[in-house]
């Protein structure tokens, strides 16, 4: 059995009087997963990883991190831990290299073996050359980069990642999409992260629970929570209109339901690519032809349509303003 | 006898101890960057001193109301240095100098402190508007590092600007007759003293409020009264007997006081040791309950 890395037990966190933002969520995020909070905006997410990284402390319940209390042992949580925050918190006035470097002073680290880790991590996100130059002159997708570089930077065997590509163009966000892969993949890092891209929740989380208004609805992998709403399907049709295979195909393991449709036999299974290859086989077997094959994959929206009752696109397609709404309200508030 | 438990407990308290050290100078740092890198914020803030000493000391000059003056009495030809003199004799008993605007400069000295520490201590607000202060707290860094880096950064920028304005008081013609390497670092003693106070008040404030124009609001209430009932401009010995009061417990007063005292010879009406002592508690008390209460403030 793989190891705890954060363990969270009835943890809640109130605002004001009677405002709960976080509601009572327990889990466990074990050694090397990659660990996602899918949830729409205002869900709690934010909320939830400050509390973890002991900015903010728990209203009630508690959570552990490597056994340390983020109530007890605040000190110990943050040696421990990297954070890559939703918003742009680097110094604007000062160089990338200088902000990072500031930081790696902060977590007490020699400062001869800074300068190099500093180095290593401003090549893995290629800013390299840009390092030397103030933040203000930036773009967002540099600034993300050096935001996940600064949270790297006390070699942290757990990371925090809030949204790490809002507000990203696609290519900045498969880059982005690397890293956190090669993170877990060669450096065993554990990696908690926030997001409302049902994509990035479904190509990168090991496990992903979705939350919303504070509370988790439902914890599992991508896939079994795809498969959990029924799973996919495959449809096809052969070249004898005539015959009914339906009783056939049912007997092949892993199919869940056979209908026949007109023409069409719609089969949902529980792992498309693996069923397909063996149902032509069948299929050919007893001397038919597969005319069409089409498999259709149910998506995280739908999972998190049927567990939420809402649908995550229509708050996704206002990702972008919400991000640049979100950076102005930011200013004009101070 | 000592056991083992404590030893380790020592271990963990220099390297705390350090620890602390390091953040505070990490921190120090970044902020005194950002203030070199940017010229034009030093000499703005530099703008205010400078003009009120050529208005005040020079164009409006209170000395050339007693001295120099055309005045006489009909019938009575008293000779212009007669008059001179005795205007020399009312300047020296009003101000316990000859030269206003060098009693001024020294009062502009503590103005650049106070208004320097203000500025400084209200970059916390920006730190936490723009969640670089919630980056810092994700860091194991001693949490007094933070607080007293924000301090140190406002007592070493006072200071800087304060040398500045001297200099260019001196340049402007601030008579120079006592002073000497002693008076200059017993004036800027107190001038630390004074700017470490004002900065660990104005550090709390701005940790205290959550928007900068509250803070800004808050810091001109404090600073202009702090600043106009004060020996600044008159000797207390002028004011009113409520402003006297007023003017006799403010720290300003204390410093401006030293400062006279050390550069420009002017008597001090109390031995200069029993100010400095008043000065240190000031700085000491504000700066000890800075460090405590942000403590709690930085928590939530
Ligand atoms: N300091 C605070 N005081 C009061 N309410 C707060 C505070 N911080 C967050 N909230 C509220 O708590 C709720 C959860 O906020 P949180 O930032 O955790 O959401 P989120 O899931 O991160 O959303 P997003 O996707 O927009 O980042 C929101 O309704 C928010 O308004
Ligand atoms: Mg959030």
């Known amino acids: 059995m793989k190891e705890k890395v954060i363990s969270v037990r009835k943890l809640s966190k109130f605002f004001g009087k009677g405002f709960v933002a976080v509601d009572a969520i327990s889990f466990d995020v074990f050694t090397g997963e990659i660990f996602g909070f899918l949830g729409p905006n205002g869900a709690g997410k934010t909320t939830t990883i400050k509390v973890l990284t002991t900015l903010l402390s728990p209203s009630s319940g508690d959570a552990t991190i490597f056994g340390y209390s983020v109530k007890n042992d605040a000190a110990k949580v943050r040696a421990s831990v990297g954070v890559v925050p939703q918003e742009f918190t680097a110094d604007e006035d000062l160089t990338g290299f200088d902000n990072a470097l500031l930081m790696a002073d902060l977590y007490g680290i020699p400062r001869k073996a800074a300068k190099q880790r500093i180095a290593e991590l401003m090549d893995l996100v290629e800013l390299s050359s840009a390092a030397k130059r103030k933040v203000s002159t930036y773009s967002g997708g540099m600034r993300r980069r050096l935001e996940l570089a600064i949270g790297l930077v006390n070699h942290p065997k757990v990371l925090f990642l809030d949204e790490p590509t809002l507000g990203l163009d696609v290519q900045t966000r498969t880059a982005v999409w690397n890293y956190i892969k090669k993170l877990k993949n060669d450096y065993k890092m554990t990696l908690f992260m926030t997001t409302h891209y049902l994509e990035e929740a479904d190509s990168l989380c090991d496990r992903v629970a979705i939350i919303d208004h504070g509370k988790i609805i439902k914890i599992d992998s991508p896939s079994d929570l795809k498969a959990s709403i029924g799973g996919d399907i495959i449809q096809l049709a052969i070249n004898d209109k005539n015959t009914d295979l339906s009783n056939l195909l049912k007997k092949v393991k892993g199919i869940k339901t056979v209908k026949k449709i007109s023409d069409e036999y719609r089969i949902k299974v529980k792992a498309a690519e693996t069923i397909a290859p063996k149902l032509i086989t069948l299929i050919s077997s007893k001397g038919y032809q597969v005319t069409k094959l089409s498999m259709t994959k149910p998506t995280l929206d739908e999972v998190y349509l049927e567990y939420t009752g809402r649908s995550l696109r229509e708050e996704e397609a206002s990702a972008g303003d919400m991000m640049a709404q979100r950076r102005t309200m930011r200013l004009s508030r101070s | ?300």
């Open chain 2, 1 to 300: 006898m000592e056991t083992s438990e404590t030893a380790s407990e020592k271990v963990l308290e220099t390297r705390l101890l350090s620890r602390f050290l390091r953040g505070l100078w990490s921190l120090t740092n970044r902020d005194l960057k950002k203030w070199y890198l940017a010229p034009t914020i030093l000499l703005i803030s530099l703008i205010q001193p400078v003009v009120w000493l050529g208005l005040f000391g020079n164009a409006f000059n209170l000395g050339k109301i007693f001295t120099g003056t055309s005045f006489n009495i009909p019938g009575l030809n008293i000779p212009q240095s007669v008059l001179n003199s005795l205007g020399n004799t009312l300047l020296t008993n009003t101000f316990g100098t000859t030269s206003y605007f060098s009693f001024l400069a020294v009062g502009m000295l503590a103005f650049i402190v106070l208004f320097t520490s203000m500025m400084s201590g209200m970059s916390i607000v920006w730190d936490r508007r723009f969640g670089f202060l919630d980056k810092l707290l994700t860091t194991p860094v001693p949490r007094g590092s933070i607080v007293v880096a924000k301090i140190l950064n406002g007592v070493i920028r006072s200071l800087a600007q304060a040398v500045i304005v001297l200099v260019i008081a001196v340049i402007l013609g601030m008579t120079l007759t006592y002073v000497n390497t002693w008076s200059v670092i017993v004036t800027f003693g107190a001038l630390f003293l004074l700017g470490f106070g004002m900065s660990s008040l104005f550090v709390l404030l701005a940790l205290h409020s959550k928007d900068w124009q509250s803070q800004m609001a808050i810091a001109n209430l404090l600073n202009l009264p702090l600043l106009f009932m004060s020996n600044a401009f008159f000797p207390v010995s002028e004011m009113p007997s409520w402003l006297q009061a007023v003017a006799s417990v403010n720290p300003v007063s204390f410093a401006i006081n030293i400062g006279r005292n050390a550069l420009l010879g002017i008597p001090s009406s109390t031995p200069i040791i029993y100010d400095f002592a008043y000065l240190s508690i000031f700085a000491v008390a504000l700066g000890a309950i800075s460090i405590i209460l942000s403590w709690k403030l930085l928590k939530d």
